[in-house]
């Protein structure tokens, strides 16, 4: 399985973006997704997570109530809707994936072994 991100770019505060992780192959209910985040000079963040069923779903504190994360089995694409963006939201973003058996939502880098190449989320006036 292969992870394309896209849906990036320069947004103002407060503004909307909604980036978008195309997943390659036929298994990709079989995993668990997540997206994470790295600021220059950061190490990656966790920002949300979704089991495999799409019912589970986990968010870091500093997004909470304006990022949504969702995912389309059919369409083999998980989506992160962000909300009200501030400039401390800019980093490149990235979809990352691991196949299990198990329903739980991952929120740690170590517990995914399949990354995008990032996608670039700029917020500022």
């Known amino acids: 399985v292969h992870l394309v991100e896209s849906g990036g770019g320069l947004v103002q505060p407060g503004g909307s973006l909604k980036l978008s992780c195309a997943a390659s192959g036929r298994t990709f209910s079989n995993y668990r997704m997540g997206w994470f985040r790295q600021a220059p000079g950061k190490e990656r963040e966790f920002v949300a997570a979704?089991?495999?069923?799409?019912?589970?779903?986990a968010y870091a504190d500093s997004v909470k109530g304006r990022f949504t994360i969702s995912r389309d089995n059919a369409k083999n694409t998980v989506y992160l809707q962000m909300n009200s963006l501030q400039p401390e939201d800019t980093a490149v973003y990235y979809c990352?994936?691991?196949?299990?058996?198990?329903?739980?939502?991952?929120?740690?880098?170590?517990?995914?072994?399949?990354w995008g190449q990032g996608t670039q989320v700029t917020v500022s006036s």
């Open positions: 990352a994936g691991r196949l299990t058996v198990s329903e739980r939502v991952g929120v740690g880098v170590n517990e995914y072994s399949l």
């Open positions: 979704i089991n495999r069923s799409g019912y589970s779903s």
